[in-house]
């Protein structure tokens, strides 16, 4: 499965459940599963207002969804 490069936001991380969910830029939220976070990025560790990078794609059963989900690394000052 390959996707579009997206960016986003964590908005949701439901660790219960193993799911979250990914605000875009154009206000659309994205469902991503446990399996989708790559293994530099702990599923517990995300959180809210987290900027990540991902991989777009249209799955049947869930709709839009994010895979090969990865968290921004953050840029030192300066």
């Known amino acids: ?6 960016r986003g936001k964590i908005v949701r ?3 219960g459940q193993s799911y979250g969910f990914i605000r875009l830029r154009d ?3 994205v469902f991503f599963h ?4 790559q293994e530099d990025t ?3 560790s995300l959180q809210p207002g987290d900027a990540v990078t991902f991989e777009l794609i249209a799955d049947a059963i869930s709709g839009p969804r ?3 989900v990865t968290r921004n690394k953050r840029a030192s000052g300066g």
């Open 34 to 37: 446990r399996a989708d976070v």
């Open 42 to 44: 702990p599923f517990n």
């Open 27 to 29: 206000r659309r939220e």
């Open 13 to 15: 991380v439901v660790t």
């Open 1 to 6: 499965m390959v996707g579009t490069r997206a």
């Open 66 to 68: 994010a895979i090969r």
